[in-house]
């Protein structure tokens, strides 16, 4: 299972570290997700990371704030934000996908199987 924390309230320029950590399965050989769903809208996409650590995607939206990364040996993946804005106020959950070894995590690319459950995220002016 996959557990995201890390959530709270934060002000408008601030920063939080999200952890997604897995118990009772592994995350090595996995590519993995970032998303949120802010209120009122549908879940979107945020980030992803290559199960190798090698390549990464990030939305449009948060791009030059946000940053994914792994930590294998301790079988967690982390979304660190930074210059946070009101608009980034959401529940944030973080997935994996269904199939080891991907070769890419382009939106679109990835069938995301296992999704933990999610952490607010609330972000003040």
Same mark, same amino acid.
Request: charged fraction near 15%.
């Given at each position: 299972?996959?557990?995201?924390?890390? #959530?709270?309230?934060? /002000?408008?320029? *601030?920063?939080? &570290?999200?952890?997604? +950590? @897995?118990?009772?399965?592994?995350?090595?050989?996995?590519?993995? #997700?970032?998303?949120? /769903?802010?209120? *009122?809208?549908? &879940?979107?996409?945020? +980030? @992803?990371?290559?199960?190798?650590?090698?390549?990464?995607?990030?939305?449009?939206?948060?791009?030059?704030?946000?940053?994914?990364?792994?930590?294998? +040996?301790?079988?967690?993946?982390?979304?660190?934000?930074?210059?946070?804005?009101?608009?980034?106020?959401?529940?944030?959950?973080?997935?994996?996908?269904?199939?080891?070894?991907?070769?890419?995590?382009?939106?679109?690319?990835?069938?995301?199987?296992?999704?933990?459950?999610?952490?607010?995220?609330?972000?003040?002016?």
């Amino acid at each position: 299972q996959l557990q995201a924390s890390g #959530g709270g309230l934060a /002000q408008a320029g *601030g920063s939080l &570290r999200l952890s997604c +950590a @897995a118990s009772g399965r592994t995350l090595s050989g996995y590519g993995m #997700g970032w998303f949120r /769903q802010p209120p *009122g809208k549908e &879940r979107e996409f945020v +980030a @992803a990371i290559k199960w190798s650590g090698g390549s990464t995607y990030v939305a449009d939206s948060v791009k030059g704030r946000f940053t994914i990364s792994r930590d294998n +040996a301790k079988n967690t993946v982390y979304l660190q934000m930074n210059s946070l804005k009101p608009e980034d106020t959401a529940v944030y959950y973080c997935a994996a996908d269904s199939r080891p070894f991907g070769s890419t995590v382009l939106p679109g690319t990835v069938r995301w199987g296992d999704w933990g459950q999610g952490t607010q995220v609330t972000v003040s002016s």
